[in-house]
């Protein structure tokens, strides 16, 4: 088989139709008869919903209804939503109604529906519903409310603490008692939002014909959002259908069920016409999950020669006032300290703690950006505090590839012994710092600094677990045009997920990749299907595009061979045709073998002969697959307004075999934007009742062009044993150690006036705040 | 509401309306027009995914009402791609990984296509602080900066034989 697909930087399938504008993201489907609906939001972080008058909005022309949460159809009416991601840790399981039905618990949470002509009229409509709230007092920090004099997120609860766990191993008290050096920090750390450039977005249409009540969602998840759905409304899952069109971004906050995708199909069915809601840039900020404050008091026992002997500490985790997703962020983040490092001892208490603002879920990273923060601060720590090189401390603790497969001691997510299937931490570390030239930095640093320039360099390492399980779905399917159709409950945000399982797919079925038809992100299409989080996708799609070609490419010899009257050995699949390698090489299409694969009404097929030629294969994985990388910064601090500029990036990564150069690459850079946006400039402020502050792009920033630069990224490929594909994930390593390499350059780009930081974002406000500490402005006006 | 008549030339083709006075220009492109190749990502004039040319000059239509453009020249996303094809700035987009979910895309389009116009021989920092004015979250902008450098060179290439 030859390699013309798999491995090359094939261009994007997706591209022509999203650069000339006919992509189709979900306001962009016009049904006829489309209502429009705007949502009644709490301005209260804590009330109790006492009454909903709604005339002065109904009074309105153009409106159609309003609804609270007693007019919805079936379960959802009582029944909150499930909780996706159990765990017995768990003490207070709270998941939200679609509809407030009595107490509210954050600022945003939705009350009733407006249902008008127009989305402006709607929004007009939803300004007049008067509700009345009874206030009720709010805790907005996580710190303020693990006390028990605290107010009560929700107001039966004994308390505010929502679960606690330990993951440990090792005899950690034994080695702190004895180590030659124990150092502690205190970490502060902030993920922000999400923020896809497209909002959420629903539109529903039941259709009394056929029963079947169709949903398209800008979400990760459909097949996960048709089950929770169909659980909400009381009906069968086969008369729902959804469908994740092209959607502008996820980056995790889409991969949720949220309140408005039940309601809005309810009310479809309700109403009997389709009905649309289109999130506004606001709505996000108030009402799509975010990842936020973690509070990490940590230490690190190291001999004297700064290999670690253990580490330990608690981690304080702000999960908001309900847990949709469970605990699995701070869960991810306990278990991805010891990254890539031998940690003999290791011990990390959680408390998550419930507050009066918007849920957290996973955001690209999902925890592991802050756990990776946390150990990169302790070894810097160790390195300033023993006078070593930075890389040095690192290369003395780094698992050694010989230890492969390695188990460190916990269980991970996924719910099996965390084990490093591969992987080879040194050499990527000595790949990006070759990259960075970190051998000659100490040079351009000093001559930096005779020219009153203040630049810095830091390291990030890490180690991820992506390709998480159960599983997902890909079904091949010859047809007669020749064609070769592929459908998957994979989805696509921008990881041209099509673009990817067709390059698989091409290469083991032996047809053109212009000539794959792709469905993805309908729930039609596919019986079973998880979606897009935990940089699982080309891990489990592919592996599934991989085994279903197979499959098929058997089918397709087998009946090659019996045609051409030639042995099965001598069939070659290419371009979408069999040819014979003997006689005078005869050949047959695609098209006519599918056609060949219907049989003959009536006629039994030959001995052997599946019905058409079609498979279906769902991986699952054994355990996740451990992608890691380092990463490099190199930064100029002005002192003066402590501005900070982002002089070189440099990222080696090893997502196992790398499928599509093109592709990856993009991720890569892509979480490196991210990351950069989470160390500098994110930051989603509440204010101590739990008021969001920062409700617009000109309040919370994102990286722009020119806080981004182009990264320079090698590949280290160790292949993932475990899977066929040899592939690790690749989505959100980028965003991964960001962080922990920027502010450990900005430090260092600082260090001669002492300052240390353990926070992001570190603000240029914040850098100035700890110069003037530090007396840096004495010296420099003085100098 | 109020309603007024509104003569809008988009993409070269001339469109007479009554629209109510507050209807933005995106919303009558996107719902009035159906030319949703504009897209809104923030609807306060922040990231841009909105932008379109009215009269050659590069605006925010989620910041502007439908009757302001009245007698205006309108240029939006379809309107840069040719019949059946891309356009050497749309090549570029696509061979450079200029885009991943290709929400924010139409807006970066337009907006290139105007500093190009504008400046054809343009350094990366001018790409990169053309394009502050334009958010993207996927792409950590480095595909897009390559894709406008790698464009201006193919539309010299062609002006310039």
């Known amino acids: 088989m030859g390699a013309k697909h798999f491995g090359a930087r094939v261009k994007r399938l997706e591209d022509p139709a999203l650069l000339s504008g006919r992509g189709r993201f979900v306001d962009d489907v016009k049904l006829p008869g489309t209502l429009h609906a705007c949502f009644v939001r709490s301005p209260y972080a804590h009330a109790r919903l006492k009454a909903i008058d709604a005339k002065p909005a109904l009074a309105l022309p153009g409106v159609h209804g309003v609804f609270a949460a007693d007019d919805l159809p079936g379960p959802m009416r009582r029944e909150p939503m499930a909780m996706l991601t159990p765990n017995p840790s768990i003490a207070a399981p709270r998941t939200q109604h679609v509809l407030a039905r009595d107490e509210i618990c954050y600022v945003g949470q939705t009350v009733a529906v407006v249902v008008a002509d127009s989305r402006y009229i709607a929004e007009d409509a939803a300004a007049a519903v008067a509700v009345d709230y009874e206030t009720l007092e709010a805790v907005g920090d996580c710190r303020d409310a693990i006390a028990e004099s605290s107010p009560r997120t929700h107001s039966d609860l004994a308390s505010n603490v929502a679960a606690t766990f330990r993951l440990t191993y090792g005899d950690v008290d034994a080695v702190f008692a004895s180590a030659a050096h124990v150092f502690e920090e205190e970490i502060w750390q902030h993920r922000g939002g999400g923020m896809a450039i497209e909002t959420r977005a629903v539109l529903a249409s039941h259709d009394p014909v056929s029963d079947m009540l169709t949903v398209w969602s800008a979400t990760q998840t459909p097949h996960i959002g048709r089950r929770m759905l169909a659980d909400l409304l009381g009906r069968e899952l086969e008369a729902i259908r959804m469908i994740a069109p092209d959607v502008g971004g996820g980056f995790g906050p889409k991969a949720i069920f949220y309140p408005e995708e039940a309601v809005i199909p309810g009310l479809a069915l309700k109403l009997g016409r389709p009905v649309k809601w289109i999130e506004d840039r606001r709505e996000h900020f108030l009402c799509a999950t975010q990842e936020r404050d973690q509070y990490w008091d940590v230490a690190i026992a190291v001999d004297a020669e700064a290999k670690i002997l253990g580490v330990r500490g608690r981690l304080l985790h702000d999960s908001g006032a309900f847990l949709p997703w469970g605990i699995i962020m701070p869960y991810i983040a306990a278990a991805t300290v010891p990254g890539p490092y031998v940690v003999p001892a290791y011990q990390i208490d959680t408390i998550v703690a419930l507050t009066n603002k918007v849920p957290t879920t996973p955001v690209r990273g999902a925890g592991r950006p802050q756990a990776v923060f946390a150990m990169e601060r302790l070894l810097d720590r160790v390195a300033g505090e023993l006078q070593l090189d930075r890389a040095e401390v690192r290369r003395r603790n780094f698992i050694k590839p010989e230890q492969m497969p390695y188990e460190v001691g916990l269980v991970f997510r996924d719910g099996k012994p965390l084990i490093y299937d591969s992987g080879d931490y040194p050499a990527g570390q000595d790949a990006a710092l070759a990259q960075a030239d970190y051998d000659g930095f100490r040079e351009r640093q000093r001559a930096a600094l005779e020219q009153g320039r203040f630049i810095g360099i830091g390291i990030g390492n890490y180690v991820e677990g992506t390709g998480l399980g159960p599983f997902e779905g890909v079904t091949v399917r010859v047809l007669p045009s020749g064609k070769v159709a592929v459908a998957t409950g994979a989805t696509s945000q921008g990881q041209g997920t099509r673009t990817t399982l067709a390059q698989i797919v091409a290469e083991h079925v032996g047809c053109r990749i212009d000539d794959i038809v792709m469905t993805v992100g309908d729930t039609a299409a596919i019986a079973q299907g998880v979606g897009a989080f935990a940089s699982r996708q080309a891990v489990n799609a592919g592996s599934s595009a991989l085994l279903a070609g197979q499959a098929v490419r058997g089918q397709l010899i087998a009946l090659a061979a019996r045609v051409l009257g030639v042995d099965p050995g001598d069939v070659d699949l290419e371009d979408g045709n069999a040819i014979a390698a003997t006689g005078n090489k005869p050949m047959i299409s695609f098209g006519e073998l599918a056609r060949l694969a219907q049989g003959i009404p009536g006629v039994s097929l030959p001995e052997g002969q599946a019905a058409g030629l079609e498979h279906t294969a769902y991986y699952t994985p054994s355990q996740a697959a451990y992608c890691s990388g380092t990463h490099v910064a190199e930064v100029e601090v002005d002192a003066m307004t402590g501005g900070v500029q982002i002089l070189r990036y440099t990222v080696a990564h090893d997502s196992g075999r790398v499928i599509n150069p093109l592709i990856v690459d993009g991720q890569v850079q892509g979480g490196v934007a991210h990351g950069i946006g989470n160390a500098l400039l994110e930051w989603m402020q509440y204010d101590d009742n739990g008021q969001p502050l920062t409700t617009s792009f000109a309040d919370y920033l994102l990286p722009m062009a020119t806080d981004v630069p182009t990264c320079a990224i090698t590949h280290v490929e160790t292949v993932n044993p475990l899977n066929p594909l040899g592939a690790k994930g690749a989505g959100e390593g980028g965003a991964i150690p960001g962080p922990a390499a920027i502010i450990a350059a900005i430090e260092d780009a600082l260090s001669p006036f002492g300052v240390h930081f353990a926070e992001t974002p570190l603000t240029p406000e914040r850098i100035v705040a700890a110069l003037r500490a530090a007396g840096a402005y004495e010296r420099l006006f003085a100098a | ?161």
């Open chain 2, 1 to 161: 509401m109020a309603k007024q008549p509104t003569r809008v030339i988009v993409n070269g083709k001339a469109h007479a309306r009554i629209v109510e006075s507050r209807l933005t220009l995106a919303d009558f492109l996107r719902h009035e027009l159906g030319l949703t190749g504009t897209h809104l990502g923030c609807e306060h004039g922040v990231c841009g995914a909105c932008t379109v040319l009215v009269d050659g000059r590069t605006a925010r239509s989620c910041l502007m009402f439908a009757v302001q453009a009245h007698g205006c020249e309108v240029t939006t996303v379809e309107g840069l791609t040719p019949d059946g094809a891309l356009s050497p700035l749309q090549q570029a987009f696509m061979d450079n990984h200029g885009l991943q979910c290709g929400f924010c895309t139409p807006g970066i389009l337009v907006t290139l296509t105007e500093l190009l116009r504008e400046n054809p021989h343009p350094t990366e920092q001018d790409v990169r602080e053309a394009l502050t004015g334009n958010l993207c979250r996927c792409t950590g902008y480095a595909g897009i900066v390559k894709a406008a450098l790698d464009a201006a060179q193919r539309m010299r290439e062609t002006r310039e034989p």
